[in-house]
């Protein structure tokens, strides 16, 4: 090659031949203005101080070993890049660019998400404690709101040639998928993120619905009060868990998330402002949750609150045989006494059973904060005691257990960082885990999104308690992923999206299910297709920031749109908002 015989050829001249001669030109050079009595350049030592470091005849040659090593300690660090990349390159090319995307991701989360993801929370932390200590954000509320207001009458004045949404960006969201629906609507800009009031006489917090659930924890703990669901992730907003739904460990006492709030207050489709509870417009307080935004712009929310304690003491216990599991689960989950129930199912017959209760008083040495950054992922905590075959009892500070599975976002991290777990990493990184799930969706890319969807499943399946047996069974033949999480909560008979069969309360199971499916010839649609199926046929419920397979007439015989859809028409919500469906299904996200 050219490049090659510039080196090689000595008719064109070597280049260190060449440096030599350079250099012996400019000693003779500094050598005559010497004679001269020229002191050199500006800037340049003086002559005299440069003699002794000369030798007679020979300070080019005694110089030029240092020159070559100086250039080959530059050169050294391009040429180590220079393999490793041609040696990634080589094992990508072995392994696959897909498998690389899926299994590597990793080397940008820890450079690059884990930083900003810090940067992120120290602001949001800091700028919700200045507001609410300054308490401008009532003030604030007011103007806010009408300018919501103002944001949609002109967009009725303008004709109101396409749908409303809000502005919030899709990859804010906790949903793994970005709605394309921002792209073609009227985005209505909502920027509502604080804490109102707490009024502990009536024992309600108001809320924006932007607020998260780190912000509630971080404020009411801080004052000794908690909501009696506060769902696990940090990031997760009000607004989300009630135009969504929401649920902790404590739903067998209290409901879903929606169960614990008192009132709403929204902007309508024409602009004006509305306040409903269970006594007031009472249908649209119950038509609310679930609606995913397509009844109106949540503004606010009045949740209920409860005196907390400073640790929870958690009992845990392994149980083997699938029947065994689903009886204590049930036996646990119907006992009052117990403000904390949750399973982990590690395999079809294999589970930690969690129950706790709130408490002032800690014996020290069954303390355990679990929610320090050194400390070992909640999830592989909890699998000790099944790996050893005992029992146990700890005394966990409140927030932490809260937020307990929020370090490893579950055990998804583990798919990111398979080395998150590892003591190393985790007393020298685990400050900054983990990512925000925002940013993880807003770097995933087209390509990697699809790849998750063939080889991830994200889903949580509300169904009947007397049919978690057979709902096991069904989650292990249609996708068999482990572990899975199980929360039981009560479903009332109240109107709405969401609701039991008969008209009595009735005691539900949330299954979650996280993670790469290890059933054979796994295919995304066909697989989630059965399961939706068997869901609807136990009157069960998917939670809709997953993705959704159904059609839009197996999505009406999941959920009840009676109230719904009349409400739509009333409030004149059906030019102004998309159907609940069209927000939620395959076809509207990627």
């Avoid at 391009?78 to 696959?96: D, E, H, P, Q, T």
């Avoid at 929401?246 to 739903?251: P, R």
């Avoid at 005196?307 to 689960?329: D, M, N, Q, S």
């Avoid at 039991?500 to 539900?508: D, I, S």
Wanted: hydrophobic share 40%; proline share 6%; aromatic share 12%.
């Amino acid at each position: 090659m050219k490049s090659a015989g510039s080196w090689s050829d000595p008719r064109r001249g070597s280049p260190l031949v060449a440096a030599r001669v350079s250099a012996h030109r400019t000693s003779a050079t500094r050598a005559n203005r010497e004679a001269a009595g020229d002191p050199g350049l500006p800037g340049l030592p003086a002559t005299g101080a440069e003699r002794p470091r000369r030798g007679a005849g020979g300070g080019d040659r005694r110089r030029e070993p240092a020159a070559l090593t100086a250039r080959r300690r530059t050169m050294e660090p391009a040429v180590s890049l220079a393999v490793c990349a041609l040696l990634f390159l080589l094992w990508v090319r072995v392994k696959g660019l897909e498998f690389v995307l899926i299994h590597q991701r990793w080397v940008f989360v820890c450079l690059f998400l884990l930083p900003l993801s810090l940067i992120f929370d120290i602001y949001y932390y800091v700028r919700a404690w200045v507001v609410f200590k300054l308490s401008s954000a009532p003030r604030l509320h007011e103007q806010r709101v009408r300018d919501i207001q103002k944001q949609v009458r002109e967009w009725k004045e303008q004709g109101s040639k396409t749908f409303m949404c809000t502005g919030r960006p899709g990859w804010l969201t906790v949903s793994l998928r970005v709605g394309k629906y921002k792209k073609t609507h009227k985005n209505i800009m909502i920027n509502l993120m604080d804490i109102l009031e707490v009024d502990t006489k009536k024992q309600i917090v108001r809320v924006e619905p932007l607020v998260t659930m780190g912000q509630v924890t971080a404020l009411l703990t801080s004052i000794g009060w908690t909501l009696p669901v506060l769902p696990e992730l940090d990031d997760l907003t009000v607004g989300g868990l009630i135009m969504g739904t929401g649920i902790e460990s404590s739903s067998h006492k209290y409901g879903l998330f929606q169960h614990i709030c008192t009132a709403y207050e929204l902007v309508l489709a024409d602009g004006s402002f509305v306040r409903c509870t269970p006594s007031e417009n009472s249908d649209l307080f119950y038509a609310v949750p679930w609606s995913c935004g397509t009844l109106g712009f949540l503004v606010a929310a009045e949740i209920r609150i409860i005196p907390a304690k400073k640790y929870v003491k958690l009992r845990f216990e392994p149980v083997r045989g699938l029947e065994a599991i689903c009886a204590k689960f049930t036996h646990e989950s119907q006992r009052q006494e117990n403000h904390f129930v949750e399973g982990l199912l590690y395999s079809l017959d294999e589970a930690v059973i969690m129950t706790g209760v709130m408490t002032d008083e800690a014996e020290p040495s069954k303390l355990n904060s679990i929610g320090n950054y050194y400390k070992p992922w909640f999830f592989k905590h909890v699998e000790n005691y099944l790996k050893t075959n005992r029992e146990g009892l700890e005394y966990i500070p409140l927030r932490h257990y809260y937020h307990r599975h929020t370090r490893s976002i579950f055990w998804e991290l583990q798919d990111i960082i398979p080395f998150g777990n590892n003591p190393i990493f985790r007393y020298l990184f685990g400050w900054m885990v983990p990512p925000k799930i925002s940013l993880l969706k807003l770097t995933q890319g087209e390509t990697l999104r699809k790849l998750y969807e063939q080889h991830h499943v994200v889903q949580d399946m509300l169904v009947p308690m007397k049919c978690l047996q057979q709902a096991l069974h069904t989650f292990q033949n249609d996708i068999h992923v482990y572990p899975i999480w199980l929360c039981p909560f009560i479903l009332p008979s109240q109107p709405g999206l969401v609701h039991p069969k008969g008209n009595e309360a009735e005691l539900y199971i949330d299954i979650g299910a996280y993670g790469e499916p290890r059933v054979k010839h796994f295919e995304a649609r066909s697989c989630m297709r059965q399961l939706e199926k068997f869901v609807r046929s136990v009157h069960g419920f998917q939670m809709l920031y997953a993705d959704c397979y159904m059609n839009r007439e197996e999505f009406w015989e999941m959920f009840d749109g009676s109230l719904y859809h009349k409400l739509r028409e009333k409030l004149g919500c059906q030019d102004a908002f998309p159907e609940v469906y069209d927000k939620i299904c395959k076809a509207a996200r990627h």
